[in-house]
């Protein structure tokens, strides 16, 4: 054994059988959080039948669009639905607006007797992370008739090809507490309904099997009274979105039984 100055420094001492602590919380932080993950960040939300970033239908997401990005989606159902939304992502607060144009007729496709006009918005209050879930509060059909009104916060997050979301909900269309459908001069005074009744749970999840397709599936109290109320039929959604980037442009295209409530939505990219 050498001693002095020229001797080489001593090799520190680990008990058999414990690794150091630092090598084991990298260790756990690396089969939590996937590398591809980290490295590409969220995929592109996809978009609801309400035009929003969603899953199927009805409950939203907590994820967002690209800044600057323009949604266009066209959804109708059998039964006597149309809607048309606009989608836009302002830049750079985080700030989401849409408006909703639709048509409901209880004579079947094309035999339309109500027009609806609703606004919509959403605010990223969380960007998703490597460790954290995006977070949005938003409000939908906030100024209108209120065929649609719920607000809703929500929390979405990416682990590996699925993206799972969950979040409370007011209102009928996600708590499943009807609210009435005001009309006339009283069409815009829906605020004293805003955040009010008893929040329920929603969720989805989606996963992602390759580039061009993707397996989703939704919950909400949502028992779609309304359509009830109108329609006697069953009804099947059908939907198509054009979305405008700054890269291009993408679109897509799906089909599903409302009454059973599932489907595909196929992304955009």
């Avoid at 939304?85 to 004579?107: C, E, I, V």
Wanted: glycine share 12%; aromatic share 10%; charged share 15%.
């Amino acid at each position: 054994m050498f001693t002095g100055p020229f001797a080489p420094p001593a090799t520190p001492r680990v008990r058999p059988g414990r690794a150091p602590a630092a090598l084991a919380i990298l260790a756990a932080v690396a089969t939590l959080v996937p590398s591809t993950a980290l490295a590409e960040g969220p995929a592109p939300p996809t978009m609801s039948l309400f035009g929003t970033p969603g899953f199927i239908d009805n409950p939203p997401t907590g994820e967002a669009l690209s800044d600057g990005e323009l949604a266009i989606t066209a959804a109708g159902m059998d039964g006597g639905v149309l809607r048309n939304t606009f989608t836009f992502q302002f830049s750079p607060p985080r700030l989401t607006g849409t408006f909703r144009y639709a048509a409901h007729g209880d004579g079947g496709v094309w035999d339309y007797t109500n027009y609806d006009r609703s606004f919509d918005w959403n605010f990223q209050l969380l960007r998703e992370s490597a460790f954290l879930p995006s977070l949005s509060v938003g409000m939908r059909d906030f100024a209108g008739t209120g065929r649609y009104s719920s607000e809703y916060l929500v929390a979405s997050k990416q682990v590996g090809p699925v993206t799972i979301s969950g979040g409370l909900g007011w209102g009928g269309r996600l708590a499943g507490h009807p609210r009435p459908i005001l009309e006339g001069a009283d069409a815009i005074d829906t605020w004293e309904y805003w955040f009010t009744g008893t929040p329920e749970l929603f969720g989805g999840l989606r996963w992602q099997v390759n580039d061009r397709l993707s397996l989703v599936a939704e919950y909400s109290r949502d028992s779609y009274q309304v359509e009830v109320d109108d329609f006697a039929s069953p009804m099947t959604a059908h939907g198509t979105s054009a979305r405008i980037t700054r890269s291009g442009t993408g679109t897509s295209a799906c089909t599903t039984p409302m009454a059973h409530k599932s489907g595909c939505v196929p992304p955009m990219r």
